[in-house]
């Protein structure tokens, strides 16, 4: 029996089934949620048909190493950033034979918040191959770490499910 919260694994059923109908792949890169996303399409039976591969890139090392993302660009922007977000999908998707790649990265709490980045920020990166990234920024207010972490991912599979419908 799964774990995950329900509606996790409902997005990533759907997600699986629409990537496997139009044979797309899928590569993750992720930070503040720190694998759920892969977790959560890996909990459906079928996805080695269509997840790639995921990168768990917690630390800003990580991130460079993994995804050659600048360090530079991490020192003027920050982690939790637009450009880093756009730069760890566009990453992931390099160093991935995958069609499609997301990417999270913010600030989940309790503490690691300013204010201006405060705890509940989370950037999101989309990157499709021959196609501009996009990226999209949310604030999940009032939500514990956990809370956090699951609206980032849930918003994650949303991205995806998107941009294989399109």
Known sequence: ???????????????????????????????????????????IAGSSAVLERGFVTYSNAAKAESLAVPVAMIAQYGAVSEQVASAMAEGALFNSHADIAVAITGIAGPSGGA????????WFGLARRGEATHTERHFFAHLDRHG??????SEALRLLTEAVSA
Do not use: F, Y
């Open 148 to 153: 956090v972490r699951e609206a980032a991912a």
């Open 115 to 122: 204010e201006d980045k405060p705890v509940g920020l989370v």
């Open 1 to 43: 029996m799964s774990t995950l919260p329900a509606l996790l694994t409902h997005a990533a059923r759907e997600l699986v089934e629409l990537a496997t109908e139009r044979g797309v792949s899928l590569a993750t890169a992720e930070s503040c949620t720190g694998g759920l996303v892969a977790a959560s399409i890996t909990e």
